[in-house]
């Protein structure tokens, strides 16, 4: 028990300031005899009050961005709906195989985002860029927002790629809006999670607390990261992420 609660405040800081605290969540639960995807599903039910907690420690960093937000969480709703439907009905076997990919598939991005950001920002068309980042963003955060309902790992460093690549925003207001999208990702997912299958309530139980703490400390820390620093720690996550699960 005290395993789990101190994963679920450390998952809880880590997604506040980047993204990934799944990963340190998600092997505990497992150590502790939990089967793959019922760790999963009460991982996610767990980790959902902690997004709401890091949203809310980076409320500063939100002003102005509500049409954004509101337009880019439908998407994110929409998208964590498929993920943990997905979830739910693709076999096991499918699970172990995809979940690495789609990490990899993010720290690239991620690792390429900044130069292609500084292309776009150069092109003779970068002012008429759409505020909220166009179609090709909300695709984007759609895919994302699967992602994150079917496993979630890394989708924090996802969605910055994202969302540092189309918005010509400052990191910490990236990750202020990442906070929000998770969040709505993870409650979406939560909520099918908890309508129709089991959930290892002790375990979310204890996740859920220690991540409302651990999302306001990330909030509190992140919020003071110089940008450079904090897209190192980024790409730092994303390597530790990669390894992590091809080595499971």
């Known amino acids: 028990m005290l395993a789990v609660l101190l994963a679920g405040t450390a998952a809880g800081a880590v997604n506040a300031v980047v ?17 793959p995807v019922l760790a999963n599903v009460s991982n996610t039910v767990g980790l959902t009050p902690g997004s ?16 954004r ?8 709703v929409l998208g964590g ?3 943990a439907v997905l979830l739910l009905t693709l ?3 499918a699970f172990r195989a995809i979940v690495p990919v789609l990490i990899g598939m993010s720290l690239v991005l991620v690792v390429l985002a900044p130069r292609l950001s500084r292309r776009l920002a150069a092109a003779p068309d970068a002012e008429a860029a759409p505020a909220r980042g166009g179609a090709a963003l909300h695709a984007g955060v759609y895919g994302a927002g699967i992602y994150g309902g079917y496993f979630g790992a890394a989708q924090g460093v996802l969605l910055i790629g994202l969302l540092g690549l189309f918005l010509h925003e400052d990191l910490q207001r990236i990750n202020a ?9 993870n409650g979406m997912a939560a909520l099918v999670f908890v309508a129709v299958t089991d959930v290892a309530w002790a375990a979310a139980g204890l996740i859920a607390v220690g991540s409302v703490i651990g999302g306001q400390l990330g909030a509190s820390i992140g919020r003071r990261v110089p940008s450079p620093v904090l897209r190192a720690l980024i790409v730092l996550v994303g390597v530790i992420a990669i390894v992590k699960v091809l080595a499971g």
């Open 19 to 35: 993204g990934s605290g799944t990963l340190i969540t998600f092997p505990v639960l497992l150590a502790v005899g939990f089967p």
């Open 52 to 67: 709401i907690s890091g949203a809310v420690g980076y409320r500063t960093e939100l002003a102005g961005q509500r049409a």
């Open 69 to 76: 937000l509101v337009s880019l969480g439908i998407a994110s």
């Open 81 to 83: 709906l498929t993920g």
């Open 91 to 93: 076999p096991p076997g």
């Open 177 to 185: 809006a990442k906070n929000v999208l998770a969040a709505l990702v």
